[in-house]
């Protein structure tokens, strides 16, 4: 499997909780930086968070203390937690793979009701 495949949209009201998971090669997840970005209607798609082969973490500021990245290696899965969810979240979510080239998934749909 080269593509990632997201997982776990959906819709929730303001201040509920989403976890988003990334089934990807086993391979990637152990040697390239796996990250979600998101793209809502009308805006440029951003980065959410990234988790580096060695699995240190950076996040966009605005999901800072919300949202956390991790992985599970054997399970070839990345996942992204969101808690304390607002409507600015709501986004289409990408899982990428960087390695020499980036691998995109299909997204998944997050929509967050005031």
């Known amino acids: 499997q080269v593509q990632p495949v997201e997982s776990g949209g959906g819709l929730v009201q303001a201040g509920g909780s989403l976890r988003l998971s990334c089934a990807a090669s086993r391979m990637f997840l152990a040697i390239y930086t796996m990250g979600w970005y998101r793209q809502a209607p009308g805006k440029q798609r951003e980065l959410v968070a990234k988790?580096?082969?060695?699995?240190?973490?950076n996040y966009a500021d605005s999901v800072k203390g919300r949202f956390t990245i991790s992985r599970d290696i054997a399970k070839s899965t990345v996942f992204l937690q969101m808690n304390s969810l607002k409507p600015e979240d709501t986004a289409v979510y990408y899982c990428?793979?960087?390695?020499?080239?980036?691998?995109w998934g299909q997204g998944t749909q997050v929509t967050v009701s005031s």
């Open positions: 988790i580096t082969s060695g699995g240190s973490t």
């Open positions: 990428a793979a960087e390695a020499a080239r980036t691998y």
